[in-house]
Nanobody, 121 residues
């Protein structure tokens, strides 16, 4: 079991930056591939980014490529999402996730409660 708590969301103007953090507790942090999903009002939840257990491999969805970066610090049991050049379409609730064995099409095993990111135009 792992518990995930996100922080760092808020209101920012278009073109601005935010860094989301997700603190994990419970089972050994490096057990998990970590990730971020988001859900905008009236839209389906979508994958944003994922990072492997020791940070060697990262994936980001095409819509945020070049703007968002995922990283992790296993000594601090924390995963980050650095978001630059934010746009109004990035407005969503962002969820931290943890997965033991990632599989195509499968949802993560654990989810945080979410943090709101609002980008004003």
């Amino acid at each position: 079991q792992v518990q995930l708590v996100e922080s760092g969301g808020g209101l920012v103007q278009a073109g601005g930056s935010l860094r989301l953090s997700c603190a994990a507790s419970g089972r050994t942090f490096s057990t998990y591939h970590m990730g971020w999903f988001r859900q905008a009002p009236g839209k389906e939840r979508e994958f944003v980014a994922r990072i492997s257990r020791f940070g060697a491999v990262t994936y980001v969805t095409d819509s945020v490529k070049g703007r968002f970066t995922i990283s992790r610090d296993n000594a601090k049991n924390t995963v980050y999402l650095q978001m630059n050049s934010l746009q109004p379409e990035d407005t969503a609730v962002y969820y931290c996730t943890a997965t033991i064995s990632p599989r195509d099409g499968a949802l993560p095993d654990y989810w945080g409660q979410g943090t709101q990111v609002t980008v004003s135009s």
